[in-house]
């Protein structure tokens, strides 16, 4: 067990050139197996049934582990398949991690509660203390372990600001925020004026919305696949904050730039319908992992809500602008061979 690589930055004991920012309320950890796999651990910070105070700011919201799970079970059923497998487990903390880890730092910040319980904490500039410390009980602790990606060295990727990234500040206001036409100016800028990359920043936004994420600052892509490449859906645990409330303006690339993908508006009318409805199959599909339930009742039926606000939204967009104009057909099927042969006579 260690501190995972931006965390290592923050104490000057990496190169920090591939780090997108350091992490300043977060607490992770490297988690390496016998077989040498590897997969990053986030601990459970509070309940399922806690919800986001309506008063934090979103760059100071808790990482939840159980929105990293949920995360990947709701990308794949989306299939978009962007976000590395992750698993809940419990984790003896005090074997596990305390026992094992040879980072002499890691092993400092351990102790034992006044309840019994063993905790620990990170180092980091701002909720890294003791009073914002995780515990077993008295060692169990629960915690998502999402795979690895391979080495930048076998698999470089860049990562990219988002062209409707937020404020980090506690009154300021990026241009898309104030700015409807904001999109007319993305269009114009390489790589979103002659790829698939804007779509595919539409494909995140929805995915975003659905599970109440305002954070995606960055996103990441593999170079190998050059412009055209899938975006990485990484770090997920700021989803799932707010069962109440719907943050509308997580879709303003959609609502902005009206496009979708034929792909992702026929899945998502899909999981519309009542024999297929997206609570429904979510439900099921967490009950695979080890931790469930990982989502409360209310997280579910807001799934539902949200993917009809998104419908109404590309509803709109093709009442504006013609269903040929908003909906790229991305499903284009390959020629058959029938239609290769020359007819009779020609």
Known sequence: ADYSQDEKALLG????????????????????????????????????????????????????HNAEIAAFHLDRILDFRRVPPTVGRLINVTKEILEVTKNEVLQSVFFVSP????????????????????????????GSLSAFLPSLNLAPRLSIPNPWIRSYSFDGKEEWEVNPLYCNTV??????SNSNRLLNIVDMAIFDFLIGNMDRHHYEMFTKFGDDGFLLHLDNARGFGRHSHDEISILAPLSQCCIIKRTTLLR???????????????????????LAPVLTEPHLLALDRRLQ??????????????????????????????????????
């Open 309 to 346: 606000l998104i419908l109404d939204a590309v509803g709109r967009c093709i009442d504006t602008f013609g269903e040929a104009t908003v909906v790229a057909n991305d499903t284009v099927p390959p020629q058959s061979p029938a239609e290769h042969r020359a007819k009779p006579g020609t």
């Open 115 to 142: 309840a019994s319980n063993v905790c620990f904490f990170a180092k980091c500039p701002y909720m890294c203390k003791t009073e914002y410390a995780v515990c077993g009980n008295p060692h169990l602790l629960e």
């Open 187 to 192: 269009r114009e800028i390489y790589p979103y």
């Open 268 to 290: 998502l009318q899909l999981l519309a319908e009542p024999e297929y409805r997206l609570s429904d199959v979510m439900r099921e599909s967490l009950l695979q992992d080890p």
């Open 13 to 64: 004991a990496c190169d920090c050139s591939q780090i997108v920012k350091p992490s300043g309320v977060h607490l992770k950890l490297v988690l390496r197996f016998q077989d040498f796999g590897k997969a990053m651990f986030k601990p459970m910070r509070q309940r399922r049934e806690e919800e986001t105070p309506e008063d934090f700011f979103y760059f100071v919201d808790f990482q939840r």
